[in-house]
C-alpha cells in the first residue's frame, strides 16, 4: 500500500475468526493458524471476532484486506462478504453471491446437477413441511424414492453436524431429529459407499488449479465432527490412494463444480469415489478449516507449497483486485 508520504508500506490484514455459529472453537483455531502463518512470512496482521465492534473498526480504521477463518453462515453464507462489499474492503475467497449458492447444499447440488456434475440423488425437507405432511408417511416416502442407506445432514451448515448414516429404517426419524437441532430443513441424501475425498482447489492469479486429493479414512466410518477435530480418530492419505486415471477424474470433477458454483480464490469440494471410479461431488466449502487436522493445509504441504506463502499471494491478490 501507499501511505501518506507516498512510500510503500506492507498491508495490514484482519483475520476474522470466532462468530456464533456452532463452528466458533474450530473457527477460532483456524484463526489463529492462519494468523501465525500470515505473520511468520512478515505481514501485518491481527485477529478479531465477528462481533458488535466490527463495523465499527472496519469503518474507522478499514484493513487493507481481510481473511475470512469464520466457519459456518457468518462465514459463508456470503452475508459478512456482503457487508464486506459495502464497507469497500477486499477480502480473499469467493463474492458473495457464489458462497450464498455454496452455502445452500440443496442450490448448490441443483446448479451442480444442471452443469452436467455428477452428485447423489437427494430430498431437501424443511421442519414444517416434515411436521404438516405427516413423518411416517414422509419417511417413508424417501426411503422408497432413495433407498438404504441414507445421509441425512442439514441444508446449511458444516463440520459434520448434525450429520448422520441411515442403514435402517429405524434410526432415519431419530436422525431427522438430530438433524433439525442444527437446521430447518434437512438434505436426505441417497447414500453412496466408497473412498472420501478433499480436493482443494487455489488460484493464485493464472487460474484455478488443484492440489493434491486427501483421501479421509475415519475410524468408525462416518467424517462427523468428532471424527474431524479429535487427534487419532481419521486418518488421513494425501496423495489419495488412487489410480492416476481416477485421481485425474477427481480433479477435473472438483474443478468443474468450482467453477459451476461461480467460486474465486480458494475452496475445498467434498467427494466420494464409488465403487466403479466415478467421483460424485458432495458439497463445497467456501471457507475451509485451517486447523491442524484440517484439509487444505494438508493438500498445501502435498503440493510442495507452504502455507503463509499462499496465504500471502491471495492477501496480495485480493488487495490488488480491490472489493468485488
Known amino acids: 500500500m501507499i501511505n501518506s508520504m507516498g512510500t510503500s508500506t506492507e498491508p495490514h490484514i484482519l483475520v476474522l475468526a470466532g462468530g456464533l455459529s456452532y463452528e466458533r472453537d474450530v473457527s477460532l483455531r483456524s484463526g489463529r493458524r492462519v494468523l501465525d502463518a500470515l505473520r511468520a512470512t512478515g505481514l501485518s496482521a491481527e485477529l478479531r471476532d465477528a462481533d458488535v465492534a466490527l463495523l465499527p473498526t472496519l469503518q474507522e480504521d478499514p484493513p487493507d484486506a481481510v481473511v475470512i477463518a469464520l ?3 457468518t462465514g459463508e453464507d456470503g452475508s459478512l462478504r456482503g457487508v464486506l462489499d459495502l464497507c469497500g474492503i477486499p477480502y480473499v475467497g469467493s463474492p458473495a453471491a457464489a458462497a450464498r449458492l455454496a452455502w445452500d447444499k440443496p442450490s448448490a447440488k441443483s446448479r451442480l ?4 456434475i455428477l452428485t447423489p440423488d437427494w430430498v431437501a425437507l424443511p421442519h414444517d413441511r416434515f411436521s404438516e405432511l405427516g413423518a411416517v408417511a414422509v419417511l417413508a416416502r424417501i426411503e422408497e424414492r432413495l433407498g438404504l442407506p441414507l445421509m441425512v445432514k442439514p441444508a446449511q451448515g458444516g463440520s459434520g453436524l448434525g450429520a448422520s448414516v441411515v442403514r435402517e429404517s429405524t434410526a432415519l426419524s431419530a436422525a431427522m431429529v438430530s438433524c433439525f437441532a442444527y437446521d ?24 484455478p488449479f488443484t492440489l493434491p486429493a486427501v483421501e479421509i479414512v475415519p475410524r468408525n466410518g462416518v467424517y462427523d465432527y468428532a471424527a474431524r477435530y479429535t487427534a487419532g480418530l481419521t486418518t488421513w492419505h494425501t496423495p489419495a490412494r488412487l489410480p492416476a486415471a481416477i485421481a485425474s477424474a477427481v480433479a477435473g470433477r472438483a474443478l468443474g463444480a468450482y467453477r459451476a458454483l461461480g467460486l474465486k480464490d480458494l475452496a475445498r469440494v467434498d467427494l466420494i469415489v464409488d465403487a466403479e471410479g466415478e467421483p460424485h461431488v458432495l458439497g463445497v466449502n467456501v471457507s475451509p478449516g485451517m486447523t491442524e487436522t484440517s484439509l487444505l493445509p494438508l493438500a498445501v504441504q502435498a503440493g510442495g507449497l ?10 496480495r491478490l485480493a488487495v490488488e483486485r480491490g472489493a468485488w
Open 71 to 73: 466457519h459456518g453462515a
Open 184 to 207: 430447518s430443513t434437512a438434505l436426505v441424501e441417497k447414500y453412496v459407499t466408497g473412498t472420501s475425498v478433499a480436493v482443494s482447489v487455489l488460484d493464485l492469479g493464472e487460474g
Open 306 to 315: 507452504e502455507f503463509g506463502k499462499v496465504l500471502g499471494e491471495l492477501v
Open 113 to 116: 446437477r444442471e452443469e452436467g
